[in-house]
């Protein structure tokens, strides 16, 4: 099944929370450079300042960034998927003087549920560096964020 098909019928809802994954063209590790995570982390604070999003949490990890969100009525998550990619792309291949696409076409979404624990998921995808062995302590990571969380915390556990 092509990407186009997998994207039929998705629904954009506003308020909506959604968990986020997306990924680099050849799983390639752009983000060991720290510059270029900065680049990648300036685009998200941009979203949400603008207004576009409520920013949650978000990881960057060397190859990929998990991000939550809360959409708000302006822009339907597609589109917040695409000006993401669209303009870290833009920011970072000027920094590394690359061209082409620095992120894979497709990407992964799912929607919170109504029971679901929004704290426990955001714990759970800041754990990410934890999990793949980055780091010991979640502190010590430097391409995170949550609004329920600050660096110095050990309540980040691994599952």
């Not at 809802?13 to 510059?35: C, E, K, M």
């Not at 949650?56 to 960034?65: I, S």
Request: proline share 3%; with cysteine.
């Amino acid at each position: 099944m092509s990407y186009d098909a997998l994207r039929r019928g998705r629904l954009s809802l506003n308020s909506q929370i959604y968990s986020i994954t997306t990924v680099t063209r050849d799983r390639q590790p752009v983000f060991t450079d720290i510059n270029s995570a900065r680049l990648l982390i300036r685009e998200l604070r941009h979203l949400h300042e603008a207004g576009i999003v409520n920013s949650l949490a978000w990881v960057v990890m060397p190859d990929h960034l998990h991000w939550m969100i809360q959409l708000h009525d302006h822009w339907p998550l597609f589109r917040v998927v695409k000006t993401i990619k669209a303009r870290s792309a833009l920011a970072i291949n000027a920094h590394l003087d690359l061209h082409g696409s620095l992120w894979q076409r497709a990407y992964y979404d799912r929607a919170a549920r109504k029971d679901d624990d929004v704290c426990q998921l955001a714990r759970y995808l800041i754990a990410n560096p934890l999990r793949a062995g980055l780091v010991e302590h979640i502190g010590d990571y430097p391409h995170w964020d949550c609004i329920w969380l600050d660096g110095t915390s050990s309540t980040v556990m691994v599952e």
